[in-house]
């Protein structure tokens, strides 16, 4: 049976139920019928900022920060609006939320390109996501270029992490001039240094290959000659092959349907090093 200090704890506590619902419906009514505060646009600076403005925006979206004026703040859909401006090819990313002043703040990463594709279908820029920038001469960016012989760049799963361990080593980043895809999907590195190109088949164990690639650099074209080989493959583990260039078409323009030889040199015979210092190299980078 309860008692008179119960029956009052029962109705206070009836009574502040009904107070927190009442106000928290009030709330939701004045914060559905808060006017806009206004619209923020602000873009990242990077390489493509200067093509895309916050006045650039402001267009896609239909004059936003002019109308938004006679908007309640929550008619404007922010995830509508961060799925149309994702969807453009130049935006990296978009957020967009309601500030505590009833504000709206979308906030614009432009694309940041980390490679240039040429491919059969034409020239285009992509990003860390692989998601394609066309080309344009408005806009001319210093990336890693990457070249396919086919309609479409293949293993690009491997191909943007490859990109990105070649940028962070500065050894690295200066021997690749650039990176082939041919068509079974061998990726080829074209050396800073002329006269042959790497076949690493695809961007697994890279340190390795690598570390194989320098070794042989260092200890057998030195003798051989830097025009000895056309292709060097450490495509396999525990391997590094060379196709022969010809005697005959050395020094020379090569026709390289001719060039059928192939030799293995076994990589127990070159000495492991704990690390090889490109400048040792020669012939040193172009």
Known sequence: MLTKRGIILCIFSIALIIYLMVAIALSHKMATDAPCNGVKISVTQNELSQFVTAEDIDHELGGIVASAKTMTASQINLKDIETRLNALSIIESVNCRRLANDEIAIDVDPMTPVARVFDNTGSYYINKAGKHLLASPRYQI?????????????????????LERIEENEVWSQLVSALKVDNTGDIFIIPSITGHVVNIGDGSDIDDKMKRLFAFYNQVLEVKGWNYYDTISVKFSNQVIGRIIPSKMRNKTPDYSDLEFEEEIDVEMISERDSVNFTDIKPKIL
Do not use: W
């Not at 210093?142 to 799963?157: A, R």
């Open 142 to 162: 210093d990336v890693p270029v990457v070249i396919s012989e086919n309609d479409s760049l293949p293993n690009v799963g491997s191909i943007l992490p490859l």
